[in-house]
Structure formats: structure tokens, C-alpha cells
């Protein structure tokens, strides 16, 4: 079994399949690698800052081919959670 095996049908569409998911949620940058590997789309949403500051982020991944869905996703978390904030350069 090859890894893009691995990732799709072994991985991220079974884990999907199984628990009745739309989406996958994954901490800042932790996640890109493996949906990206198996052709899977993936967003950065907000979600707030850490002590000194800086932006952080969740990643939102679906199944492959479904980006409207991912996108009407991501914006239903951005919106509930106001986590978005501009930046203020100095």
C-alpha cells in the first residue's frame, strides 16, 4: 500500500466515512502535509492569539472535490467566532 492510499482511502476518507464528518480539524500548521499529499482541500481559519500577540489558526480539511463546502465551513466559523482581527503595524 503506497502512502496517497494511505492518506485517502485508508486515512482521511475513512475517518470521515466512519464518524459522519464534514470536516477535520487540525491546530495552526500541524496538519498541511497529509491532506495536501492526498489531494485533499485545505483552509486557515482564525482563532485568536497567543500570549505575545501573534495570529493563530485552525485548519479546516474536507474530502477531496469539496470546496464549497470547506469555504461555507470556514465561514460559518469565522463569523460565530469573531476570532479575525486586523493587524496594527507599528
Known sequence: ????????NNGID???HDNQLDALISPNDVWY??????????I??????DEDGL???IILTAEAFSEKKLIEIA??????????KPIEFK
Open 1 to 8: 500500500m503506497n502512502d496517497l492510499e494511505n492518506t485517502q
Open 75 to 84: 465561514y460559518v466559523y469565522e463569523q460565530a467566532t469573531q476570532k479575525r
Open 14 to 16: 475513512l475517518v470521515m
Open 55 to 57: 495570529p493563530l489558526s
Open 44 to 49: 486557515s481559519v482564525p482563532s485568536g492569539f
Open 33 to 42: 502535509g497529509i491532506p495536501a499529499k492526498a489531494g485533499y482541500p485545505s
